[in-house]
Nanobody
Framework: HVQLVESGGGSVQAGGSLRLQCRLS????????LAWFRQAKGKDREGVAA???????LYADSVKDRFTISQDNAKTTLYLQMNSLKPEDTAVYYC??????????????????WGQGTQVTVS
């Protein structure tokens, strides 16, 4: 049974930082893609960043050079370090997982497993 559980959201002033975590359980595959998405109020869910099993990383243009996606060595936790936060980063952030990566990493349809989301508010 695969479970993804996010934590680390909160409220922060513009220019500040937050670190999101996504704990994965029941997800042990040699080939996979993990990603962070976000959904602002009234908007579609959008891909923020993704990482695969060999360490390839992709970012949305809107977060490049500000956000960093990573995994721990045990590959049981996914992180999103968010720096220089802006009010437009305000959203519910979700982690997502799929067994095999596809080119459309930033599409919600690519992923089989989702966390429940964590709220990030930047004022």
């Amino acid at each position: 049974h695969v479970q993804l559980v996010e934590s680390g959201g909160g409220s922060v002033q513009a220019g500040g930082s937050l670190r999101l975590q996504c704990r994965l359980s029941g997800f042990s595959y040699s080939s996979y893609c993990l990603a962070w998405f976000r959904q602002a109020k009234g908007k579609d869910r959008e891909g923020v960043a993704a990482i695969d099993n060999v360490g390839n990383i992709l970012y949305a243009d809107s977060v490049k050079d500000r956000f960093t996606i990573s995994q721990d060595n045990a590959k049981t936790t996914l992180y999103l370090q968010m720096n220089s936060l802006k009010p437009e980063d305000t959203a519910v952030y979700y982690c997502a997982a799929v067994i095999q990566c596809r080119p459309d990493w930033n599409e919600t349809r690519t992923y089989n497993y989702w966390g429940q989301g964590t709220q990030v508010t930047v004022s």
